[in-house]
């Protein structure tokens, strides 16, 4: 297969409800929160790419467009941008939708440095 065909079937896409137990005191959704759906996203999309253990190692620049608000639904699409030796990284951006009506925006993006490893831990090439 190649990169490019691996790349488009490692892409990953997640929906989540954001329920009020996922919100702060101004009703939208905790950045934590947020940072922690997008690694895990970004996590799922580099091994699926390339089927070895992976860790993360950067978040790059995570850009909080607009507040995400309690009773909306969110989609999490992790992208591979680049592929080296030994990392890649993931880009994952973060849509709103609305739960009654066809509005849909972009909230927030950012990227993710992952490393592939062996069972010692130490950095090997992806294949």
Do not use: C
């Amino acid at each position: 297969m190649t990169q490019a065909a691996r790349i488009l079937k490692a892409e990953t896409r997640i929906f989540k409800a954001v329920f009020p137990s996922t919100t702060n005191h101004y009703d939208t959704l905790f950045g934590g929160k947020a940072m922690f759906l997008m690694d895990e996203v970004a996590f799922i999309a580099a091994t699926r790419y390339s089927r070895q253990k992976m860790v993360t190692v950067s978040s790059d620049k995570i850009d909080f467009k607009k507040p995400i608000p309690a009773g909306t639904i969110i989609e999490l699409v992790g992208s591979i941008t680049h592929v080296g030796n030994t990392s890649l990284k993931v880009r994952v951006d973060i849509y709103i939708e609305q739960m009654y009506s066809d509005f849909r925006e972009q909230a927030i993006t950012g990227e993710f440095t992952f490393v592939a490893i062996d069972e010692h831990k130490k950095p090997v090439s992806i294949t």
